[in-house]
């Protein structure tokens, strides 16, 4: 998998989830801003868990 799919891959699953946290009733309104901040950070660290998975493989 090169750098391109998986960072496709995980902006897919980050927006997943991101959509699951809002169709949830569980999540208060209130709260869901600052989980939707949370997993938005995460798409800045795509590049290290890419190498880091990388380095494993290798």
Known sequence: MTSEE???NY?????T???ALANT???KPEKFYS????VEN???FSP????AIKQKED
């Not at 902006?11 to 927006?15: A, E, G």
């Open 48 to 51: 290290v868990f890419y190498d």
């Open 42 to 44: 995460l798409r800045y």
């Open 6 to 8: 998986f960072e496709t």
């Open 25 to 27: 009733s569980e999540v």
């Open 35 to 38: 989980l939707a901040c949370v």
């Open 17 to 19: 989830i991101l959509e």
């Open 11 to 15: 902006t897919q699953v980050l927006d």
